[in-house]
């Protein structure tokens, strides 16, 4: 399952704020893998794929909303491995379809659309059993990719780590992408997760629980903070706009403000507020995703930038 797929680099990142507070920035380019099935999308469907095709079937079947990069990157990847492709997607059927869903039929997913309401209860047993009577026998994967197979690849990625650090950061959604982390780092070191969405309580429960599913025991060096959400799931405001403009300016890294941006802004806020100890080394995880931007106009000198 790695053909065309590239391992991430890590890169230092230069800034006159880290000389100031004496800390050292490293991001795991995971944006960096593939063109289209980026990131921690990808580290979440490799061993999905292959629990696929050990089972023997052909289809995949997910969920996802109009916008999503795991729609994208389940659509490429199924192509790329020869799998047929079930998309259902959140609300109604749009009059014009969001650049990530043209591309996800461009790939020859198929589209199925659900009411708000059913989309809520697409994890009850009932409803997948609905959907295997009316679609066929498919593998089924949750939405945004988290499972235990999830963590099995995105552990992986601190194997890949050769330097030693104190901090891991990432950004969260589902939490399935942390959760890999502190599975793979089995207790060692500190983990960060920035939520993207407003005040889950439920978050480091489940990172908990999807934890103790992979490993076989808990492990408490992870925390979440939800300071830096500004209001929600893809929700914006002009200083994170701003602030990727400028990263980007200033790096030559592009970001997305549904995830990275707010992992970014936060850290670096985190860091001007000394929130990490002196000669702190930190990695960030860049889950990439850049395929939002398409969903955000006032970023639209970003979406087709070279880097
Ligand atoms: C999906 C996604 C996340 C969130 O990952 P979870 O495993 O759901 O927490 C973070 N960053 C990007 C770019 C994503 O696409």
């Given at each position: 399952m790695q053909n065309s797929f590239s391992e991430s680099p890590l890169q230092k990142l230069e800034d006159e704020l880290f000389h100031e507070k004496?800390?050292?920035?490293y991001i795991k380019r995971d944006d960096l893998i593939h063109p289209h099935v980026q990131g921690n999308k990808w580290r979440k469907l490799k061993y999905n794929l292959q629990q696929a095709r050990n089972n023997k079937q052909h289809t995949l079947l997910t969920f996802g909303g109009a916008y999503s990069n795991h729609i994208y990157a389940t659509a490429a990847a199924a192509r790329q491995f020869g799998f047929k492709a079930i998309g259902m997607?959140?609300?109604?059927?749009p009059a014009v379809?969001?650049?990530?869903?043209?591309?996800?039929a461009e790939q020859g997913m198929e589209l199925h659309y659900m009411s708000r309401e059913t989309y809520r209860q697409k994890e009850d047993t009932t409803i997948i059993?609905?959907?295997r009577m009316q679609m066929g026998e498919f593998y089924y994967v949750p939405e945004g990719g988290t499972n235990v197979f999830a963590l099995q690849g995105v552990a992986e990625i601190i194997s890949e780590i050769e330097i030693d650090f104190d901090y891991i950061c990432t950004a969260c959604g589902t939490g399935g992408t942390l959760a890999g982390l502190v599975a793979g780092l089995k207790g060692e070191k500190q983990v960060l997760g920035f939520s993207s969405l407003k005040g889950e309580d439920r978050l480091s429960g489940k990172v908990h629980e999807l934890v103790e599913e992979y490993a076989g025991e808990r492990f408490g060096d992870f925390s979440i903070n939800f300071d830096y959400h500004f209001g929600g799931y893809a929700k914006v405001k002009p200083e994170?706009?701003?602030?990727?403009?400028?990263?980007?300016?200033?790096h030559a890294i592009r970001l997305e403000p549904v995830y990275t941006g707010k992992l970014f802004y936060g850290l670096f806020d985190l860091i001007q507020r000394d929130y990490f100890p002196k000669d702190a080394k930190i990695i960030a995880l860049h889950?990439?995703?850049?395929?939002?931007?398409?969903g955000f106009p006032e970023l639209a000198e970003l979406q087709n930038a070279k880097t």
């Open positions: 004496g800390i050292e920035l997607i959140r609300g109604e059927e379809k969001s650049a990530t869903l043209q591309f996800a059993e609905i959907l994170l706009i701003q602030f990727i403009k400028d990263f980007h300016r200033n889950t990439g995703g850049l395929q939002g931007l398409t």
